[in-house]
């Protein structure tokens, strides 16, 4: 029926993209460096609050595409 159609998942490649900043902050060692600094914040602290924000994009665009109309 149709609530059962509703029910159901449907895979999207828009959900990809919320793979993006699990994986980059996934490895701490990557990342971990002192330099470059951005206001004198160093780089492990100013990339995570870059892939926070970037999160938040993220979300907002998959949500987006991926809504109901």
């Known amino acids: 029926m149709n609530t059962e ?3 159901k998942s449907k895979f999207s490649f828009w959900y990809v993209l919320l793979l993006v900043p699990f994986i980059t902050t996934l490895f701490p060692g990557m990342y971990a460096f002192d330099e470059p600094r951005l206001m ?3 780089f492990f602290y100013w990339y995570q609050l870059a892939m ?11 949500y987006v595409k991926t809504k109901e109309k």
């Open 5 to 7: 159609k509703s029910r």
């Open 52 to 62: 926070i924000l970037l999160s938040g994009v993220l979300t907002i665009i998959v």
């Open 40 to 42: 004198g914040f160093p």
